[in-house]
């Protein structure tokens, strides 16, 4: 029974490529969230998606960031034109459902290191 | 704006104490609480939820929560300096469109001396 799937544990771009993170939820979940840790902070929120819906997306820049979770596949973190300020660990969790109480598990988190 | 504050920390104890971490919350309506263990370069790790008013005992973990203070702590009793890591309160507002989220403190970063 594998847990929360992301890859790639690390990923380095150059200033103004594109980022592309997966995260494959635990099976029968359908409901996926992500979060940003930067250096020494806490994790905030991003996006919150069900199967191809966003729920809530109120946590990501608007700008060069979007997610997406189609009915296939994995969901997509994706970051375009990367800057240095990208740079953190994204972590992805999911749910079964829309729960309350409900502490999620978080996968092993991809690394974007920006140069 | 919903806000988690937790002792900054860091906080050192000797092997075989007991590891005290705080948090307090600002959104009255949380309605679930977590604590979250995350060593270095690793992800969280969820060891403890609490919903209602009281204690809650797992194993040498203790989860505390007083809603009508919003606070929330977490003992750790006769620590191990496997035990050392950075400790992560989350909170759910259990409201709206935001029921899905959770918010987070800062974390604070525990070290257990032998």
């Known amino acids: ?115 | 704006q919903k806000e988690v504050e937790q002792n900054s920390g860091p906080l050192s104890v000797p092997e075989g104490a007991i590891a005290s971490l705080n948090c307090t919350y600002s959104d009255r309506g949380s309605q679930s609480f977590f604590w979250y263990r995350q060593y270095s370069g690793k992800s969280p790790e969820l060891i403890m939820s609490i919903y209602s008013n009281g204690d809650k005992e797992d194993g040498r973990f203790t989860a505390q929560l007083n809603k009508a203070s919003q606070y929330v702590s977490l003992l750790i009793r006769d620590s191990q300096p496997s035990d050392s890591a950075t400790y992560l309160c989350a909170v759910r507002s259990g409201r709206g469109s935001t029921l899905g989220r959770l918010y987070f403190g800062r974390g604070t970063q525990l070290t257990v001396w032998p």
């Open chain 1, 1 to 115: 029974n594998a847990g929360v799937m992301q890859n790639p544990r690390h990923l380095v771009r150059r200033r103004g490529q594109e980022a592309r993170l997966r995260c494959s939820p635990m099976k029968g979940h359908s409901h996926v969230y992500w979060y940003r840790q930067l250096p020494e902070e806490g994790l905030k929120f991003m996006v919150y998606l069900q199967k191809e819906n966003i729920i809530d997306e109120s946590g990501m820049p608007k700008e060069r960031f979007s997610a997406e979770f189609p009915k296939e596949g994995p969901s997509i973190l994706r970051i375009q034109q990367v800057v240095r300020g990208d740079s953190a660990a994204y972590f992805c969790a999911s749910s079964p459902r829309e729960v309350n109480n409900y502490g999620y598990t978080f996968g092993s988190g991809t690394r974007l290191t920006v140069v």
